[in-house]
DNA sequence: CTGGATCCGTGAGGATACTG
DNA sequence: CAGTATCCTCACGGATCCAG
């Protein structure tokens, strides 16, 4: 590769850490999992897909990245009510960086031992 | 493209859940973005780098992602003790996902309208 | 069915002082 | 310099009830 990494000595890190405040949260990562990749789902899918959520947590983590215009929320005037979630543009540009941390998720070699030494 | 991003009613989302607890916590994130590209920081650069952390919370999250086999831990056995932290081969493959948060960060489109309407 | 509101416990995370 | 110990706060998140 031509161009190394890092974000050292040189970089600024300028509001990368608001943005990642905005993945933060019990929940946010494990949501748009479930509306990755363009899917539309309904609130009780969700609810029902997503193991160990509450409703509180759900509306809430939803709302939240709502309000960061990461998801989008779709309101059907029905008798039976009906939302629908999705992700946004933007959302939808995050598919890559969750596609590399599933696959991170892939590899999971060994064990590393902790504690190691070195002298100087 | 070939093969949907997705992940939906097909998906085990096996394990999925469980590397990303490796990842939550306030700091987690930010630590790996100053660990990016094979970067060896002592502590105390660590701290300082790092607006706003204690010593507290810079230990107890490098101790875990260190537990996770995420980071790696160097002590140097000197009478003013010296300790380095870097990425462990796994951790350092988690540059691309780093890599494309950051790329994503960067994007930052319009806020979207929150309380969009549809009738069925 | 969706989701707002309220009460409440727990614990992650912050501040500070101390130790090897 | 690196790490530990202690205390304390606040909001994260769970349960339950209520409303459109």
């Known amino acids: ?5 890092g974000f050292g000595a040189d970089t600024p890190a300028a509001g990368v850490e608001e943005i990642l405040k905005m993945l933060e949260g019990r929940w ?3 949501i ?5 990749g363009g899917q539309v789902k309904r609130f ?3 609810e029902r897909a997503i193991d160990g959520i509450s409703q509180k947590m759900l509306i809430q983590q939803l709302r939240q990245m709502e309000a960061d215009g ?15 979630y999705c992700l ?3 959302g939808q540009s995050l598919c890559p960086a969750l596609d590399a941390l599933l696959k991170w ?3 999971r ?5 902790t504690g190691e030494m070195a002298d100087n």
């Open 1 to 5: 590769m031509s161009k190394k990494w």
């Open 28 to 30: 946010k990562l494990v």
């Open 32 to 36: 748009l999992f479930h509306l990755f």
């Open 44 to 46: 009780s899918e969700l």
């Open 70 to 84: 990461i998801v989008r929320r779709i309101v059907y005037h029905q008798v039976p009510p009906k939302v629908e």
């Open 88 to 90: 946004t543009d933007w």
């Open 105 to 107: 998720a892939d590899l």
């Open 109 to 113: 070699p060994l064990p590393a031992p």
